[in-house]
Structure formats: C-alpha cells, structure tokens
C-alpha cells in the first residue's frame, strides 16, 4: 500500500480522482516500490495514448521542444500520486529526472512509430 508523505492526512487511495479508465492509480498500478520513474512511466502508459506520447512532451521547456505538450492536468495528476506515493520532497528532488525519463519514453514511442511504418512500407514494395 501507498505512503502517506509524513505531517498530512492521509489520501482517500479510492478516491474517484485517482481512478483513470476504471484503474486505480495509487493501488493497481505495477511498479517498482521504491523506483518513482518506473511509477512514473507506468502512470504515463495509462494516462496516454501511444499516439500522444508520439505527438507530444511532458512539460517542455520555453523552445526547447517542437512537441506540443501533453495534457497538464493529467501530469498534474501523475504528479499527485507520486508526491502521495513517495512524499513531496522526493518530488520535488527528482521531477526534473522523472520528468527526463518520461519524455524519454514518449520519443521511444516516437522511434518505435517511426520503425514499424519504415517496416510496413518496405513489405508493401517487395
């Protein structure tokens, strides 16, 4: 079961806004207990699409992506189950990294898009 950051009340884990597409975000969702990127990534199947993750970026920094950014509110929510499941200072400590890997899967999903199209293309011509 999820931590309960230290000197707060502890979340209601059945809370609707922590159910996506009938999944409990806090409880059901397969990750490494003390690894917050692998949470992350795991929130981040769940939240999006593969098509969004191609097309967009977790937060981007002012021009330093072409990629529009995915939708705030759900990363905002991604960021609530993590400050929830690991605590607010680990968070705050490693959003930049999480955040780094997150946007790493997104153009995993990018290359990935990219490779089976090539593929499909080149069985279309033989």
Excluded at 24 to 53: C, G, Q, W
Excluded at 82 to 104: A, F, P, V
């Amino acid at each position: 079961m999820p931590q309960s950051p230290s000197g707060s009340e502890s979340p209601d884990y059945n809370n609707e806004e922590f159910i996506f597409n009938g999944i409990n975000l806090l409880t059901h969702v397969n990750s490494k207990a003390r690894k917050p990127k692998l949470y992350a990534t795991a929130l981040l199947s769940i939240l999006f699409s593969d098509e969004d993750m191609r097309n967009g970026c977790v937060e981007p920094k002012d021009g330093g992506s072409k990629k529009p950014a995915l939708d705030q509110a759900k990363i905002d929510l991604m960021k609530k189950c993590i400050k929830i499941r690991y605590g607010e200072k680990l968070l705050d400590k490693s959003w930049s990294e999480i955040r780094t890997s997150l946007n790493q899967k997104c153009l995993d999903k990018l290359k990935a898009f990219r490779k089976s199209v090539t593929v499909a293309a080149d069985n279309e011509e033989q």
